[in-house]
């Protein structure tokens, strides 16, 4: 059994979904100095269209029990080091 699974935004809470988009746009250090009257709910949005485009997708890890929005980059370099570690014996 996989360790993660993937999460469809559909599947989500809108209040639960708007608080992990925001900890995305905190943690990958987003501007979010309100210049264009939008400010975070701006970055929310935008976050949203690209769930929907598939350019984001949001992660559960079983084993810690958190849930994560993650760029498909992010995904794939989180799961490469994941399999290297499985690999090594460090999993």
């Known amino acids: ?9 559909r599947m989500l809470p809108p209040e639960t979904l708007n608080a992990l988009l925001e900890a995305f746009v905190t943690r ?5 100095t309100d ?7 701006g970055w929310v ?3 949203k269209r690209q769930l929907e485009r598939g350019e984001l997708l949001i992660a559960h890890d079983i084993e810690l029990e958190q849930t994560e929005v993650m760029t498909l980059a992010q ?11 499985e690999e090594e014996g460090d999993y």
Request: hydrophobic share 35%.
């Open 1 to 9: 059994m996989s360790r993660f699974i993937e999460v469809p935004a």
């Open 28 to 32: 990958q250090g987003y501007d979010t």
């Open 35 to 41: 210049t264009s009257g939008e400010g975070m709910h």
């Open 45 to 47: 949005s935008e976050l």
């Open 75 to 85: 995904w794939r370099a989180f799961g490469r080091d994941l399999a290297d570690d």
